[in-house]
């Protein structure tokens, strides 16, 4: 089946690292990615990552994929009051040659300063 | 470069009407995606349409439709409105559907409200 999972809530200190995980259940997946949605916006495409590659770095955002337990995660290295937001991970199933994605409901991220 | 639009904004309908959302890509893109999001919850995908023709489809009733334009802007269209038609419609676009990283770039969203 297509399903993502992520926990709903994450608090951190301005200046630490944030992780938001993920879970996944398509092993066909070729995609994953990683989208922001700050209050009454639409979604910001953050980074994704092929589903051969173990570990992607993109200036502050590390995605790190462990392909074998479907787990994938999105570290934030010092994180600031703007990184506060939802942030959705979603795989694009590899059975499909459309534009489907498959989201999880969200992590809120809330940074403190 | 201009992102992905979408009109209107905001929009309040009541049961039983009928409703259209507008969308138009980034320039150079060919596809555009529409995506529910209901409160509280992640994006479902409804349709996605690729030089005018409907790649995928979502599990949605028939009441929900859409098409694309030569210009690839499109139109998603719901009618016989329920209260459970409120949320965030999403459009997202992209080059080419399932190829490549298929990155797709979303729109601000039309909030749609049903009394």
């Known amino acids: 089946g297509e399903d993502v999972e992520q926990s709903l809530f994450l608090s951190v200190r301005e200046g630490d690292s944030s992780v938001i995980n993920c879970t996944y259940t398509d092993s066909s997946s070729t995609y994953l990615y990683w989208y922001k949605q700050e209050p009454g916006a639409g979604l910001q495409l953050l980074t994704y990552i092929f589903s051969n590659m173990d570990m992607k770095q993109d200036q502050r955002l590390t995605v790190l994929l462990n392909k074998k337990d479907k787990h994938l995660s999105l570290r934030i290295a010092d994180t600031q009051t703007g990184d506060s937001a939802i942030y959705f991970c979603a795989e694009r199933p590899g059975s499909s040659n459309t534009g489907k994605l498959i989201f999880g409901q969200g992590t809120t991220l809330q940074v403190k300063p | 470069d201009a992102g992905v639009t979408q009109s209107p904004t905001h929009l309040i309908k009541t049961r039983g009407q009928h409703v259209t959302l507008r969308c138009s890509p980034i320039s150079g893109h060919k596809s555009v995606s529409w995506y529910q999001q209901v409160l509280g919850q992640g994006p479902q995908f409804i349709f996605q349409y690729y030089e005018k023709e409907e790649r995928g489809r979502g599990n949605f009733p028939d009441r929900f439709s859409a098409r694309q334009f030569p210009n690839y802007s499109s139109e998603l269209n719901v009618n016989a409105l329920l209260l459970g038609d409120s949320a965030l419609y999403l459009c997202?676009?992209?080059?080419?559907?399932?190829?490549?990283?298929?990155?797709?770039?979303f729109g601000p969203g039309t909030r749609l409200t049903v009394t």
């Open positions: 997202a676009s992209s080059l080419v559907p399932g190829f490549g990283t298929y990155e797709q770039y």
